[in-house]
């Protein structure tokens, strides 16, 4: 494997990446939302991993052309 050390995040360099509060982010790893994997009792992130759940969970706004 050629991962870099910044290809591999913690809660808390996630937590910067996605913009979101760490309380929010240990809220939907609980849940499963987010790919994780726990190291001992440290929860880490594959970047790769993260940018393709965002893809994934990708919400398209609602086609408003046309209406009033």
């Known amino acids: 494997?050629?991962?870099?050390?910044?290809?591999?995040?913690?809660?808390?360099e996630l937590?910067?990446?996605l913009k979101i509060p760490k309380s929010t982010?240990?809220?939907l790893v609980r849940e499963g939302k987010?790919?994780?994997q726990k190291v001992g009792r440290?929860?880490?992130?594959?970047?790769?991993s993260i940018d393709r759940w965002l893809d994934e969970t990708r919400v398209e706004e609602p086609d408003t052309k046309g209406k009033q």
């Open 25 to 27: 982010l240990y809220k």
């Open 1 to 12: 494997m050629d991962e870099k050390p910044g290809d591999v995040l913690t809660i808390e």
């Open 34 to 36: 987010v790919p994780a």
């Open 15 to 17: 937590s910067i990446y």
């Open 42 to 48: 440290h929860w880490r992130f594959r970047k790769k």
